[in-house]
């Protein structure tokens, strides 16, 4: 089992910066790509960010320019810094890792933390 606690949602205002955290712990041997998703309310959880263990990121197009997420593999860390922020960033931003079955390292398996709120005030 992998547990994920993120930390640094707030309030902001518009074109302001925050900075997310998670940190993971448990059975942290084998996890591949860690990342952020998004849920604002009334819509589906989307992909913000995904950076794996060799440090190759994806960004959702919303994303691009404007965030960037980091890892420290030594600390089982990852991390979101957001810039420029807009009213529709506003949600609640969820940590996820996936990680390889110690007996099957082709099977992975999802994890999730209980997410941060992020409110960007017009």
């Known amino acids: 089992q992998v547990q994920l606690v993120e930390s640094g949602g707030g309030l902001v205002q518009a074109g302001g910066s925050l900075r997310l955290s998670c940190a993971a712990s448990?059975?942290?041997?084998?996890?591949?790509?860690m990342g952020w998703y998004r849920q604002a309310p009334g819509k589906q959880r989307e992909l913000v960010a995904t950076i794996t263990y060799g440090g190759i990121t994806n960004y959702a197009d919303s994303a691009k320019g404007r965030f960037t997420i980091s890892r420290d593999n030594a600390k089982s860390t990852v991390s979101l810094q957001m810039d420029s922020l807009k009213p529709e960033d506003t949600a609640v931003y969820y940590c996820?890792?996936?990680?390889?079955?110690?007996?099957?390292?082709?099977?992975?398996?999802?994890?999730w933390g209980k997410g941060t709120l992020v409110t960007v005030s017009s």
């Open positions: 448990g059975s942290i041997w084998n996890i591949n790509r």
């Open positions: 996820n890792a996936d990680r390889r079955l110690d007996t099957d390292p082709r099977v992975t398996m999802d994890y």
